[in-house]
């Protein structure tokens, strides 16, 4: 049996050992059962050679896990500089950078965990996924390619659909902790179905590219429910769906009856920051005579602001997807589940 002693050659498997020690019993046994099982061997395997923890050495290791904690809870919160200036100010520069790195190397090494999931056939994968919590779904298609994910979801019962796309657009409020924990249930189900690299999970642009792979009708109708509940967050992912540069591949047709449809200073003011591959597109819907005068219009507005360009496309944007809704106007193609790019 050996002492636990603050040093620096203390790994961090031992020190995992001394914190279930001083955790007790009830609080080590609920951490144990989400721990992978050899993290558990190990663990065990240093617990077996404890004897004593020093008073010096249990506080070092509380302060670690309290500063670990920390570390994961701001960049949870506003991502890794916005971490990286609390722990500074309160630890200073250095234990701020191994802080992160030691955060970073822990989450690399949960995700990776979760790279079987990554070719598993989505009907299998559904059948697996039956009966699991939505936050659980959520995290496994954030962990998808877009076209398999959305493959998946038509897989899933339709009352899991809107709450699993609801969570994935809040997936970067999943702690470290639950990807492990679903980690470990998940691969223990899933661990002859193949393996594949690491994709991180890009936000709410993921979302968006999961959704523009549905069929129109599936992402109504979840868009739809989540609308119910969380309404801008509905608009959120709307927004990221289709853009105003998206226009490009929008037919002639289509552009003709949105352009009849928006308010002719709007179109010019967002017509005024857009590219001239898509101006051209739209022109070519029009008149001469109303090029002409569109093209005054523009000229007419001088310097205007990013923002109020922005605006402008964002409106013609709702607008196009009112028309489409009312089956005015196509925006998808019948024949792709992508949104036109």
């Known amino acids: 049996m050996r002492t636990a002693e603050v040093g620096t050659d203390m790994t961090g498997t031992r020190r995992a050992a001394v914190l279930m020690v001083l955790l007790g019993e009830e609080a080590a046994a609920h951490i144990y059962r989400a721990l992978p099982e050899r993290t558990v061997e190990a663990i065990t395997a240093e617990l077996a050679t404890l004897n004593r ?44 950078r191994e802080l992160l790195e030691q955060v970073s190397h822990a989450q690399s090494a949960q995700v990776s965990k979760l790279a079987s999931l990554q070719k598993a056939d989505p009907q299998q994968l559904a059948k697996f996924l039956e009966g699991e919590h939505p936050q659980t779904v959520a995290l496994i298609l954030g962990h998808m390619e877009a076209r398999q994910a959305s493959t998946l979801l038509t897989k899933l019962p339709e009352q899991v659909r809107s ?31 193949g393996e594949q690299s690491r994709r991180t999970y890009a936000g709410f642009k993921s979302v968006a590219d999961l959704m523009n792979r549905l069929d129109t009708a599936s992402a109504r109708s979840i868009l739809e429910s989540i609308e119910l509940t969380e309404p801008k967050l509905a608009v959120n992912i709307r927004n990221l769906m289709f853009t105003f540069d998206d226009l490009l591949s929008v037919s002639e047709v289509s552009i003709r009856e949105l352009v009849a449809n928006v308010d002719k200073r709007t179109l010019a003011l967002a017509l005024k920051g857009a590219r001239d591959d898509l101006k051209n597109h739209i022109f070519r819907t029009m008149s001469s005579r109303a090029v002409e005068m569109l093209k005054e219009d523009i000229e007419a507005l001088g310097p205007v602001r990013s923002r109020d360009v922005t605006k402008a496309q964002q409106e013609a944007v709702a607008i196009a997807r009112q028309l489409e809704s009312e089956g005015r106007i196509v925006l998808k193609s019948e024949t792709d589940d992508e949104y036109l790019l």
Request: hydrophobic share 40%; net charge negative.
């Open 163 to 193: 709450e699993a796309v609801k969570r994935l657009a809040q997936l970067r409020q999943f702690s470290p902790e639950m990807a492990e924990k679903v980690s470990v249930v998940l691969n223990r189900k899933l661990q002859s179905l």
């Open 53 to 96: 923890v020093t008073p010096e050495c249990a506080e070092a290791v509380l302060e670690d896990y309290v500063q670990l904690s920390k570390t994961f809870e701001y960049i949870g919160q506003g991502g890794h500089d916005f971490a990286y200036k609390l722990l500074v100010g309160a630890y200073g520069e250095e234990r701020a």
